[in-house]
């Protein structure tokens, strides 16, 4: 499960043996949220809050929005 992106104490991992839609896994001091990453014309969304706090929820949406292309891209090189 390669970290593709750290940010302000976020670990982003998209898993390898994982399953479309393209999605990513946030972490942040062993909380997770799981964010849908869209499409070039569709923005990311929230899949599914496992246990991470509403606040923290909002800021890794945050960052998986301002880095969608970089996280999409990865995507497509670990599930083509």
Not at 31 to 47: C, F, N
């Amino acid at each position: 499960m390669p970290t593709v992106l750290r940010k302000d104490g976020f670990d982003v991992m998209i898993y390898t043996q994982d399953h479309f839609p393209a999605h990513v896994h946030v972490w942040k001091a062993g909380k997770q949220i799981i964010i849908d990453l869209g499409s070039d014309q569709e923005a990311p969304s929230v899949r599914e809050n496992v246990s991470m706090s509403k606040a923290n929820g909002r800021r890794a949406l945050r960052i998986v929005e301002e880095n969608q292309s970089l996280l999409l891209d990865g995507w497509r090189q670990i599930h083509g």
